[in-house]
């Protein structure tokens, strides 16, 4: 019993932990469709896709828990096999991981022009996505924990791919946005920004991936690789609506700018001039800055790189 308590103790664990981060992934959704009404309907589909996959996927952990503390109380034979929404949250969790890797690899190609560097993301995305659905699979076929153990190198190599493409996603954007760095001030800040948002997400879903195929690769089913195992669906879905929502950091970095004459258009960003004072002789505009759409992970310079535009 000692194995599985450490197993349905992290599973119980995970899903309370979950329940948590659910409650927050519906707040950054609702924030994004309120602060940004005015951005692509691609991105807005995909925000509405990932959480209607975190909804089902905490109905799928919620019946799966209930199952194992209360309807298989004290039933060994029970306790001992793997359910199929067990094995069905294993395919979702590479779903939504494949979901947030295509979007970034995207956004990377829009950024760089790089279709060979596109396309090693997207090879890692969809390598991590094979090895996902691949381990769903044995585990449906397994049927027994026990057995788990002849498919740990489907596992380890699902992990390893998703934490590859992770850390390959955050480093080319950090090295991209430092490329572009200029000799103004403004600028600088909103990329130190960015850069600060993209290694802090970009870097935790890598460090889940890897902490996770470290311990599975070395002691099979323990208590935080099956804890991380119930939350690493969640934790894609935060990272990217995190990057979502960080527009709302930058903006009013920019504005500051605004006040010196210069206004730091090498993002893509919109600025426009709004706001009027009434004088005694005459109407003159003063600079004011309203952003329009942008986004976090599709950052666009001019070809100069060097000086923003006025």
């Known amino acids: 019993m000692g194995a599985l308590d450490e197993i349905f103790g992290a599973v119980l664990s995970g899903v309370i932990v979950n329940a948590w981060v659910l409650g927050l992934i519906c707040v950054l959704s609702y924030q994004y469709y309120v602060n940004f009404p005015r951005d692509g309907r691609g991105t807005k589909l995909l925000v509405a896709w990932m959480w209607i996959l975190q909804i089902f996927n905490a109905i799928i952990i919620s019946k799966m ?3 194992y503390l209360i309807s298989s109380f004290g039933v060994l034979e029970n306790l001992a096999s793997i359910i199929w929404e067990w094995s069905l949250y294993l395919g979702l969790s590479s779903i939504a991981a494949f979901s947030v890797q295509a979007y970034y690899a995207h956004r990377i190609f829009i950024l760089s022009k790089s279709y060979i560097l596109f396309s090693v993301i997207l090879l890692f995305a969809f390598c991590q996505l094979g090895f996902g659905l691949a381990t769903m699979s044995k585990a449906f076929t397994l049927g027994v924990f026990e057995k788990l153990v002849s498919a740990t190198w489907v596992c380890v190599t699902w992990l390893a791919f998703s934490a590859a493409c992770d850390l390959l996603i955050a480093a080319t954007q950090v090295v991209y946005l430092h490329h572009h760095r200029t000799g103004v001030t403004s600028t600088n800040r ?88 009434q004088t005694e002789t005459s109407d003159f505009p003063v600079d004011s800055t309203k952003f329009t759409e942008s986004n976090v992970s599709d950052v666009k310079f001019k070809n100069d790189g060097q000086t923003p535009a006025v």
């Open 190 to 277: 909103i990329i130190n920004v960015l850069i600060l948002y993209i290694m802090s997400t970009g870097l935790l879903t890598s460090i889940v991936a890897i902490l996770g195929l470290t311990t599975f690769a070395a002691f099979g089913l323990t208590f935080v690789d099956v804890f991380l195992g119930v939350l690493i669906g969640a934790i894609y879905t935060v990272s990217f609506l995190v990057n979502l929502d960080a527009r709302r950091t930058v903006c009013p970095i920019g504005t500051e700018s605004t006040n010196g004459g210069t206004v730091p258009d090498g993002l893509n960003i919109e600025f426009r001039r709004v706001k009027h004072i």
């Open 65 to 67: 828990i209930y199952y």
